[in-house]
Protein backbone atom coordinates (compact mmCIF):
# COMPACT_ATOMS: atom_id res chain seq x y z
CA UNK A 1 0.00 0.00 0.00
CA UNK A 2 1.61 3.51 -0.81
CA UNK A 3 1.48 6.01 1.67
CA UNK A 4 -0.20 9.27 0.13
CA UNK A 5 -3.17 10.68 0.64
CA UNK A 6 -5.72 12.97 -0.83
CA UNK A 7 -8.29 15.12 0.87
CA UNK A 8 -11.02 15.93 0.15
CA UNK A 9 -11.80 13.20 -2.26
CA UNK A 10 -14.94 14.74 -3.56
CA UNK A 11 -15.75 18.71 -3.55
CA UNK A 12 -18.72 20.00 -4.76
CA UNK A 13 -17.93 24.09 -4.29
CA UNK A 14 -19.32 27.42 -6.10
CA UNK A 15 -17.88 29.35 -8.01
CA UNK A 16 -15.56 32.05 -7.06
CA UNK A 17 -14.54 30.65 -3.52
CA UNK A 18 -10.77 29.67 -2.74
CA UNK A 19 -10.00 26.22 -2.46
CA UNK A 20 -7.32 23.99 -1.21
CA UNK A 21 -6.43 20.58 -2.40
CA UNK A 22 -4.39 18.53 0.30
CA UNK A 23 -1.47 16.07 -0.61
CA UNK A 24 0.58 14.25 2.07
CA UNK A 25 3.06 11.51 1.49
CA UNK A 26 4.73 9.29 4.39
CA UNK A 27 7.14 7.83 1.98
CA UNK A 28 10.03 10.84 2.29
CA UNK A 29 9.75 11.26 -1.26
CA UNK A 30 11.67 14.20 -2.50
CA UNK A 31 9.35 14.75 -6.14
CA UNK A 32 5.68 15.41 -6.01
CA UNK A 33 3.63 16.12 -8.79
CA UNK A 34 0.07 17.31 -9.35
CA UNK A 35 -1.80 15.48 -12.26
CA UNK A 36 -5.47 16.96 -14.13
CA UNK A 37 -7.42 13.98 -15.64
CA UNK A 38 -10.66 15.08 -17.37
CA UNK A 39 -13.37 12.21 -17.42
CA UNK A 40 -11.66 8.94 -19.84
CA UNK A 41 -9.21 11.23 -20.63
CA UNK A 42 -4.85 11.24 -20.09
CA UNK A 43 -3.23 12.53 -17.18
CA UNK A 44 -1.67 16.21 -18.04
CA UNK A 45 1.15 17.36 -15.50
CA UNK A 46 0.47 21.05 -14.16
CA UNK A 47 2.48 21.31 -10.91
CA UNK A 48 6.10 19.66 -9.95
CA UNK A 49 7.93 19.69 -7.18
CA UNK A 50 11.98 18.63 -6.77
CA UNK A 51 11.67 18.99 -3.01
CA UNK A 52 10.91 21.47 -0.21
CA UNK A 53 10.96 25.38 -1.86
CA UNK A 54 11.16 23.87 -5.00
CA UNK A 55 7.79 24.17 -7.37
CA UNK A 56 7.74 24.30 -11.04
CA UNK A 57 4.71 24.27 -13.67
CA UNK A 58 4.02 21.14 -15.87
CA UNK A 59 2.89 20.74 -19.60
CA UNK A 60 -0.71 22.24 -18.97
CA UNK A 61 -0.88 25.60 -17.83
CA UNK A 62 -3.74 26.06 -14.71
CA UNK A 63 -4.40 28.59 -12.72
CA UNK A 64 -3.76 26.70 -9.93
CA UNK A 65 -0.85 27.37 -7.49
CA UNK A 66 1.07 24.85 -5.31
CA UNK A 67 3.50 25.13 -2.11
CA UNK A 68 6.36 22.76 -0.59
CA UNK A 69 7.16 23.61 2.85
CA UNK A 70 7.52 20.06 4.23
CA UNK A 71 8.77 17.56 2.37
CA UNK A 72 5.84 15.48 3.02
CA UNK A 73 3.00 18.03 2.18
CA UNK A 74 2.20 19.27 -1.51
CA UNK A 75 -0.70 21.20 -1.27
CA UNK A 76 -3.06 22.71 -4.35
CA UNK A 77 -4.86 26.10 -4.44
CA UNK A 78 -6.53 27.52 -6.25
CA UNK A 79 -7.85 31.50 -5.43
CA UNK A 80 -11.37 31.58 -7.28
CA UNK A 81 -12.47 28.53 -8.49
CA UNK A 82 -14.59 28.04 -11.77
CA UNK A 83 -16.97 25.96 -13.54
CA UNK A 84 -13.80 25.16 -16.17
CA UNK A 85 -11.96 23.99 -12.82
CA UNK A 86 -14.22 20.97 -12.53
CA UNK A 87 -12.29 17.32 -12.94
CA UNK A 88 -10.04 15.31 -10.94
CA UNK A 89 -6.91 16.15 -9.45
CA UNK A 90 -4.26 13.58 -8.94
CA UNK A 91 -1.21 13.94 -6.32
CA UNK A 92 1.78 11.53 -7.00
CA UNK A 93 5.25 11.36 -4.88
CA UNK A 94 8.83 9.33 -6.61
CA UNK A 95 12.08 9.06 -5.04
CA UNK A 96 14.37 11.84 -6.38
CA UNK A 97 16.08 11.60 -9.73
CA UNK A 98 19.41 10.38 -8.49
CA UNK A 99 18.31 7.32 -6.88
CA UNK A 100 17.14 5.71 -10.31
CA UNK A 101 13.61 5.52 -12.25
CA UNK A 102 11.41 4.53 -9.50
CA UNK A 103 7.70 4.63 -10.20
CA UNK A 104 5.21 7.11 -8.92
CA UNK A 105 2.96 6.22 -6.28
CA UNK A 106 -0.56 7.63 -6.82
CA UNK A 107 -3.32 9.14 -4.09
CA UNK A 108 -7.03 8.41 -4.75
CA UNK A 109 -7.56 11.62 -6.18
CA UNK A 110 -10.15 14.67 -5.82
CA UNK A 111 -12.82 15.12 -7.67
CA UNK A 112 -13.35 18.85 -8.16
CA UNK A 113 -16.81 20.24 -9.26
CA UNK A 114 -17.34 23.71 -9.16
CA UNK A 115 -20.92 24.79 -9.64
CA UNK B 1 12.96 14.65 -25.04
CA UNK B 2 10.40 11.07 -24.19
CA UNK B 3 7.08 10.07 -25.17
CA UNK B 4 4.68 7.84 -25.15
CA UNK B 5 2.47 6.18 -27.86
CA UNK B 6 -0.81 4.26 -26.76
CA UNK B 7 -1.95 2.67 -30.14
CA UNK B 8 -5.48 1.74 -29.34
CA UNK B 9 -7.69 3.95 -27.38
CA UNK B 10 -9.83 1.06 -26.80
CA UNK B 11 -9.98 -2.69 -26.74
CA UNK B 12 -12.49 -5.10 -26.41
CA UNK B 13 -11.96 -9.15 -25.43
CA UNK B 14 -14.03 -11.41 -24.45
CA UNK B 15 -13.56 -12.91 -21.10
CA UNK B 16 -11.06 -15.64 -21.14
CA UNK B 17 -9.84 -14.22 -24.38
CA UNK B 18 -5.97 -12.89 -23.73
CA UNK B 19 -5.47 -8.88 -23.91
CA UNK B 20 -3.20 -6.99 -25.84
CA UNK B 21 -2.89 -3.38 -25.02
CA UNK B 22 0.39 -1.82 -27.44
CA UNK B 23 2.44 0.88 -26.33
CA UNK B 24 5.88 2.25 -27.79
CA UNK B 25 8.13 5.25 -26.37
CA UNK B 26 10.90 7.27 -27.48
CA UNK B 27 13.03 8.22 -24.91
CA UNK B 28 17.00 10.06 -25.10
CA UNK B 29 18.60 7.99 -22.49
CA UNK B 30 17.82 4.64 -20.81
CA UNK B 31 14.18 4.52 -19.72
CA UNK B 32 12.16 2.79 -17.43
CA UNK B 33 8.85 1.67 -18.42
CA UNK B 34 5.50 1.59 -16.13
CA UNK B 35 2.20 0.56 -16.51
CA UNK B 36 -0.35 1.65 -14.21
CA UNK B 37 -4.04 0.71 -14.33
CA UNK B 38 -7.09 2.72 -13.17
CA UNK B 39 -10.53 1.66 -11.78
CA UNK B 40 -12.97 3.90 -12.28
CA UNK B 41 -13.13 6.15 -9.49
CA UNK B 42 -9.53 5.10 -8.14
CA UNK B 43 -6.68 6.52 -8.10
CA UNK B 44 -3.76 5.04 -10.25
CA UNK B 45 -2.01 1.12 -9.44
CA UNK B 46 1.49 -0.03 -10.51
CA UNK B 47 0.44 -2.99 -12.34
CA UNK B 48 4.34 -3.78 -13.26
CA UNK B 49 7.75 -1.97 -14.30
CA UNK B 50 10.71 -2.69 -15.96
CA UNK B 51 14.08 -0.88 -15.18
CA UNK B 52 16.82 -2.61 -17.30
CA UNK B 53 16.75 -5.77 -15.85
CA UNK B 54 15.21 -8.95 -17.16
CA UNK B 55 12.87 -7.55 -20.76
CA UNK B 56 9.75 -9.99 -19.79
CA UNK B 57 8.59 -8.40 -16.73
CA UNK B 58 6.03 -9.84 -14.56
CA UNK B 59 3.22 -7.57 -12.77
CA UNK B 60 0.05 -8.39 -10.44
CA UNK B 61 -3.47 -9.77 -11.43
CA UNK B 62 -1.24 -11.99 -14.28
CA UNK B 63 -0.25 -8.87 -16.83
CA UNK B 64 3.06 -9.12 -18.07
CA UNK B 65 5.01 -6.85 -20.37
CA UNK B 66 8.25 -7.01 -22.48
CA UNK B 67 10.84 -4.40 -23.20
CA UNK B 68 11.13 -4.74 -27.11
CA UNK B 69 14.52 -2.30 -27.57
CA UNK B 70 14.63 -2.24 -31.01
CA UNK B 71 11.21 -2.48 -31.58
CA UNK B 72 11.12 0.89 -28.28
CA UNK B 73 7.24 -1.26 -27.41
CA UNK B 74 6.44 -2.18 -24.15
CA UNK B 75 3.34 -4.09 -25.05
CA UNK B 76 1.24 -5.41 -22.05
CA UNK B 77 -0.12 -8.97 -22.25
CA UNK B 78 -2.10 -11.36 -20.13
CA UNK B 79 -3.52 -14.79 -21.09
CA UNK B 80 -6.79 -14.84 -20.42
CA UNK B 81 -8.92 -11.63 -19.32
CA UNK B 82 -11.47 -11.34 -16.23
CA UNK B 83 -13.96 -8.96 -16.19
CA UNK B 84 -12.26 -7.27 -13.14
CA UNK B 85 -9.39 -6.23 -15.80
CA UNK B 86 -12.08 -3.79 -17.11
CA UNK B 87 -9.88 -0.20 -16.34
CA UNK B 88 -8.27 2.45 -18.00
CA UNK B 89 -4.47 1.56 -18.46
CA UNK B 90 -1.57 3.76 -18.86
CA UNK B 91 2.13 3.19 -20.06
CA UNK B 92 4.62 5.39 -18.60
CA UNK B 93 8.00 6.34 -19.35
CA UNK B 94 10.48 7.67 -17.15
CA UNK B 95 14.24 8.42 -18.01
CA UNK B 96 16.87 9.96 -15.47
CA UNK B 97 17.55 13.00 -17.91
CA UNK B 98 14.42 14.33 -17.92
CA UNK B 99 13.92 16.80 -15.23
CA UNK B 100 9.66 15.55 -15.26
CA UNK B 101 10.54 12.25 -15.13
CA UNK B 102 7.42 10.66 -16.15
CA UNK B 103 5.57 10.79 -19.25
CA UNK B 104 2.03 9.08 -20.03
CA UNK B 105 0.45 7.96 -22.67
CA UNK B 106 -2.70 8.64 -23.57
CA UNK B 107 -4.55 5.26 -22.29
CA UNK B 108 -6.50 2.54 -23.39
CA UNK B 109 -9.89 1.75 -22.21
CA UNK B 110 -10.08 -2.14 -21.81
CA UNK B 111 -13.53 -3.40 -21.87
CA UNK B 112 -14.20 -7.38 -21.26
CA UNK B 113 -17.43 -9.02 -22.60
CA UNK B 114 -19.09 -11.88 -20.54
Known amino acids: EADIYQTPRYLVIGTGKKITLECSQTMGHDKMYWYQQDPGMELHLIHY???????EKGDLSSESTVSRIRTEHFPLTLESARPSHTSQYLC??????????????FGQGTRLTVV | AQSVTQLDSHVSVSEGTPVLLRCNYSSSYSPSLFWYVQHPNKGLQLLLKYTSAATLVKGINGFEAEFKKSETSFHLTKPSAHMSDAAEYFC????????????FGSGTQLTVLP
Open chain 1, 49 to 55: SYGVNST
Open chain 2, 92 to 103: VVSSSGSARQLT
Open chain 1, 92 to 105: ASSLNVGTGNTEAF
